[in-house]
């Protein structure tokens, strides 16, 4: 039997081909092949990213963040009593990485992302099922 996950909606935002304008699907009570594959999905321009959230909406609290695509995902979460954080891996030195390339976009420095798409979907499997951040990595405001 699989693991009943604490989040309560997942939250895709697709962009057209232009670049200009989006739509969102929501998704009540996601299970994890939606996540996964929500994940997978990910090419920084017409899928650049998603949330998923305890609540029946995400609206900036309780919820977690993933954007990008292959090459860099950025990862990010609201958390009570800290506000936003984001994964951080302080080996990663570089500058601006392109995660998210329609619209406004999103380029944050090298050391708030990660190239693993493994990783992504661990840190992201993990708040999915117990509503919190793993401590197995770094998470900086």
Not at 76 to 87: C, F, I, N, R, T
Not at 96 to 125: A, C, I, K, M, N
Request: include cysteine.
């Amino acid at each position: 039997m699989q693991k009943a996950l604490a989040v309560r909606v997942l939250e895709v935002t697709e962009y057209p081909p232009s670049g200009d304008g989006y739509s969102s699907c929501v998704f009540p009570i996601p299970s994890w092949e939606q996540i996964e594959a929500a994940t997978r999905a990910l090419n920084h321009y017409r899928l650049p990213f998603f949330f998923i959230g305890l609540y029946d909406e995400c609206h900036g609290e309780d919820c977690f963040s993933v954007f990008g695509g292959p090459n860099g995902y950025s990862i990010s979460a609201e958390v009570k009593d800290l506000g936003w954080v984001q994964y951080c891996d302080p080996s990663h030195t570089g500058g601006p990485v392109d995660v998210w390339t329609s619209d406004q976009g999103f380029y944050p420095d090298e050391r708030y992302v990660t190239y693993d798409v493994e990783l992504v979907l661990r840190l992201t499997r993990y708040y999915a099922e117990n509503g919190q951040l793993d401590p197995s990595v770094q998470w900086e405001q």
